[in-house]
Every structure is written in C-alpha cells, then in structure tokens.
C-alpha cells in the first residue's frame, strides 16, 4: 500500500467569527481566504455599510479599477482623472475615471466601437480573460489551447477565443462542474476576486514576505529569508489575521521551521500570514536526485520531493543528500507545496537499553539482548526526549531509540528516552 503526499491546503476556519480583513457577509464563503488575502493587501473594499456583497454583478469600471489596483499601476490616476477621458460615457468626476484610463493607456481595456466604455455594465468572463491575458509579461505569443474538452465549446465568440485559451492555460479561468465555460456570464465580485487572486499568485506578487519561522513574541515575529544571512524581525500589527495551518493563532504560538508567507502594510507591519507546518517521519528506502523513497513505521510506502535547497542533517551535523543512506531513520519538514525543505537523518547502528555509564562509555543491553560497552566520541551529540543532552545526564535504564556509531564503533550521535 502507497502513502501519497498531498499538497497541503490550509483550510479556512469554519467558525462563525468575523476575522480581521473580513466582512460580515464573506463568513464562511467559498472565496472567504481569496478576499481576505486581497482586502489586506488594498487591492478590494467593502461598502460603507461593511459588507462585500460577494455574490453581486461586478461592473466594467470596478473591474477595471481592481485589476489597476492589484498590479500596484495606480500610482498618478488622481491625474488621471481630471483629463477628460478618451471614452465618450466616462464622465468627468466619475469615481473609476482614472483607473480606467490608466487601463486603458496599459493596453488591458478597450472600448466599443461607438467609443464608449460602459462602466456600469456588467463585465461578462470573456472581458475580464481578456483583460487579464494583457497584462504585461503575461501573455503567451501564439499559444492557443485547444477548447474542445469543455461543452459549448462551438459557442466562444470568435473574438474571444484566443483571450479564453490563455486564460485556461495560464491556469487563471477554470471551467465549471458540467464542464462548460459560459463566457457570456457576468462576473460576481468574489469570482473577481479569484482570478485576481490567482493572477497575483502566478506572478509572485501575492505574498510580500515569505522565509521560516526563527523566534517569536508578542507583536513581532522574526524570520529567516531565503538570501539573506540574518533573519528579519517583522512587528505583527495588533489587527493582524495569522493562520497555522488554517487555525487562527496569535504570534506567540508561532513555532521554529514554520514556513510563513504574508502581507505587510503599509509601515512594513504585518497584517496578514498563512502558516504551514507539516512534517513526515520514516527510513530512507532509496534517493533518485531530488526524490527520495521511504518506509513509514506502519510499513507504508511512500516518496517526497525534496527542494534543491533542501537543509540537511546526519547524525547531528551538518550534510547533503550524497550522505544520506538507505536504512537512515529520516524526520523531514515539508513547505506549502509538499516538498522537503529540512531533513535530519539519522544512521540507526543500535538501539536498547543503558545498563550503566562508565568514565569513557555506555553498557549496553542491545535489541540482540547482548551486553555490550560501547565507546563515545568526542563531541557526541546526544538527545533525551528530544531535548539535548550532555553525556552526564545519561543515566541506567534510559532506552536508546537511535545511536549512529563511526568507523572505530564509538557513540558518535545518540537519542534516549
């Protein structure tokens, strides 16, 4: 039997609280991490009443706003604004007038032929894959998928097949269950959001800070980031929505070889984290490359990815995959995609009981049920119940779960309990 890895998903809490960067009416909903995610990063509000309003038609001028908003081209549209617009029904003083025409100076809208805008009209998902698949650095040149797995596929406008093909194949528009594509449906404002969501993502500029958890305390967190030789100390404004492994916590729960991704406001405070912690434990069957195979104590087969950065450890010291051995008791944390980022090995050369502690040694009652003393290393390094320890705490009666032993038969590294 194989234990597959999964990816890990981060479940949103399903409680009936109201989160910071939340509303009332998002609780719950199936787009409720999407719109905190971009609520904390500005990209979407709410209306003065508090609500969302996720499931309403969202509008040609609030969609373009949005998009102007999460790609951060908004700097300068208040000037915008006040310039008279190149679309005929875009008023001066209309709220999203300079949104639009910063959209529409990037390439990312167009008018009708009548050259109007029509930004109180309901954007259909065929305007806004369009809009999406313009966006700088993201459209695919001649890439055309081929649309014929979804039903009605004959029914895209011939206009729109090409902005529909890259759309599905950038991953940004998926179909629906009966598998159709609808792309004359008007958007609601959740739907909106994913996409934008999904758009952040694909261009890495969903997250503004992403490294492993070192310290933490209350109000701040301190991280490690990949590049840099000092870790980060971030203060975690006091509003801050922080999940661990899709739970709220508060900083101070936060643990060493957590892997945090989040969003800083707008002091460099952060305001909004997902945490992922998710460890596998087994003995090393064989390694190919970056892939390594393993026996889970219940006898299950299984393998892992592991990160070409992948930190690793053998019998307490510092290593790389070439020391990994088959046989070696592994212990791997895995990052958001399931991959190993850390791994500790250990060679397991002995395991029983400690029948006394010598000037220079241990007695042993091995697995084998064989009296044996044993040498120790200089530097031994030593774990009782996971806690380090010194050769003095060792003490009769202590079981060795794990001993790795050198090329003279010396303790070399050792874990009791």
Not at 233 to 243: I, S
Not at 270 to 285: K, R
Not at 380 to 393: L, N, Q
Request: net charge negative; with cysteine; hydrophobic share 45%.
């Amino acid at each position: 039997m194989c234990l597959t890895l999964l990816l890990l998903l981060l479940p949103w809490p399903t409680n009936a609280d109201q989160f910071a960067w939340s509303y009332p009416d998002t609780v719950g909903h199936w787009a409720e991490r999407e719109l905190a995610v971009l609520t904390a990063r500005g990209v979407i509000e709410g209306y003065p009443d508090g609500s969302f309003r996720p499931g309403r038609t969202l509008t040609r001028a609030e969609f373009a706003k949005m998009l102007v908003v999460a790609l951060g081209y908004d700097r300068g549209v208040d000037v915008l604004a006040a310039v008279p617009s190149r679309f005929s029904d875009v008023r001066e003083g209309h709220w999203a007038a300079g949104h639009i025409e910063r959209a529409a100076e990037l390439g990312l809208v167009e008018g009708y032929e009548d050259g109007t805008f029509r930004p109180e009209r309901g954007v259909t998902r065929v305007e806004m894959a369009a809009m999406v698949v313009r966006v700088p650095g993201l459209a695919g040149g001649e890439v055309r998928p081929s649309l014929t797995e979804f039903a009605h596929a004959a029914e895209i406008p011939t206009w729109a097949g090409s902005y529909i093909s890259q759309a599905v194949h950038e991953g940004l528009l998926i179909g629906f269950e009966d598998r159709t594509l609808r792309p004359a449906r008007l958007t609601t404002r959740a739907e909106a959001v994913v996409l934008l969501y999904r758009l952040l993502e694909k261009r890495g500029e969903l997250w503004d800070v992403r490294g492993e958890v070192v310290s933490a305390a209350d109000g701040s967190v301190s991280l490690a980031l990949p590049g840099y030789s000092r870790p980060l100390a971030l203060p975690v404004a006091p509003d801050a929505l922080l999940l661990r492994n899709g739970l709220p916590v508060g900083p101070t729960d936060l643990q060493p070889l957590d892997e945090l991704v989040g969003v800083l406001g707008p002091e460099g405070e952060l305001v909004y984290a997902e945490v992922s912690f998710q460890e596998v434990a087994g003995y090393l069957l064989e390694l190919d490359g970056l892939l390594a195979s393993y026996v889970t104590s219940d006898e299950l087969r299984s393998t892992v990815a592991l990160r070409p950065d992948v930190v690793v450890f053998r019998n307490g010291a510092a290593a790389s995959l070439r020391d990994l051995r088959p046989g070696d008791r592994l212990y791997m944390v895995l990052d958001r995609e399931g991959a190993a980022r850390y791994l500790e090995a250990v060679t397991v050369d002995l395991s029983g009981r400690i029948l006394g502690r010598g000037p220079q040694g241990l007695e042993v009652l091995t697995g084998e049920g064989e009296s044996r003393t044993y040498q120790v290393a200089p530097g031994v390094v030593i774990y009782i119940s996971g806690e380090p320890a010194a050769f003095g705490d060792l003490a009769p009666g202590q079981i060795i779960e794990a001993a790795a032993l050198d090329d003279g038969g010396r303790i070399l590294y050792l874990e009791v309990r």
